[in-house]
């Protein structure tokens, strides 16, 4: 069964930071860019970030560059999104998702049901 | 990187078909043909409905179709049953190398 799932997230306070992860299954990972998508609660979807099949080319919204970094680890089948200085901005449902093809820029494929990032002091 | 434009809300009877707009810019929608159209309902992850502004995923109905025109592009739902009764969303790629989602169309079947 192809399958996304995050984990990772939790209540952190303004300023802090937080390691997501979402683990890959039942398709080739190291074929396909993968992305960040996130929902705040009540609104609109959000693209966050994403990068290539060989995580040699990346992309940030505006609203997290410098703050957030992603990455990922093909071996493991695995997807990362580092995120430093959070703001209460940030409260959201964050879903991983694959991209059709190698390029983060393709359509999203695949999503995981996400985990939620909550920042209040 | 500001949204793209949808209308807030569309609705139809069953059988009918609806229109959903997604306006963008020549730096996103009007200059690539990376736009794709999703469905979420509530509690749930979206689903690809569209890709490449008019290709249909494995599985997806072929009462869902896509099209643009210019710096528009549009989702159209043919046949409308309940079960299309969700949030629609909109994304194109970017000339700054990013992707944008547009603000969301909530679909009611009367």
């Known amino acids: 069964e192809v399958q996304l799932v995050e984990s990772g997230g939790g209540v952190v306070r303004p300023g802090g930071s937080l390691r997501l992860s979402c683990a890959a299954s039942?398709?080739?990972?190291?074929?396909?860019?993968m992305s960040w998508v996130r929902q705040a609660p009540g609104k609109g979807l959000e693209w966050v970030s994403g990068?290539?099949?060989?995580?040699?080319?990346?992309g940030y919204a505006d609203s997290v560059k410098g703050r957030f970094t992603i990455s990922r680890d093909n071996a493991k089948n695995s997807l990362y999104l580092q995120m430093n200085s959070l703001r209460a901005e940030d409260t959201a449902l964050y879903h991983c998702?694959?991209?059709?093809?190698?390029?983060?820029?393709?359509?999203?494929?695949?999503w995981g049901q996400g985990t939620m990032v909550t920042v209040s002091s | 990187q500001s949204a793209l434009t949808q209308p807030a809300s569309v609705s139809g009877s069953p059988g009918q078909s609806i229109t959903i707009s997604c306006t963008g810019t020549?730096?996103?929608?009007?200059?690539?043909?990376?736009v794709s159209w999703y469905q979420q309902h509530p509690g749930k992850a979206p689903k690809l409905m569209i890709y490449?502004?008019?290709n249909r995923p494995s599985g997806v109905s072929n009462r869902f179709s896509g099209s643009k025109s210019g710096n528009t592009a549009s989702l159209t739902i043919s046949g409308l049953q309940a079960e299309d009764e969700a949030d629609y969303y909109c994304?194109?790629?970017?000339?700054?190398?990013?992707?944008?989602f547009g603000t969301g169309t909530k679909v009611t079947v009367l």
């Open positions: 990068i290539n099949w060989n995580g040699g080319s990346t």
């Open positions: 039942g398709f080739t990972f190291d074929d396909y860019g």
């Open positions: 998702a694959s991209n059709r093809g190698g390029s983060p820029w393709n359509a999203f494929d695949i």
């Open positions: 020549s730096s996103d929608v009007g200059g690539y043909n990376y």
């Open positions: 994304s194109s790629y970017t000339s700054s190398s990013t992707n944008v």
């Open positions: 490449d502004v008019s």
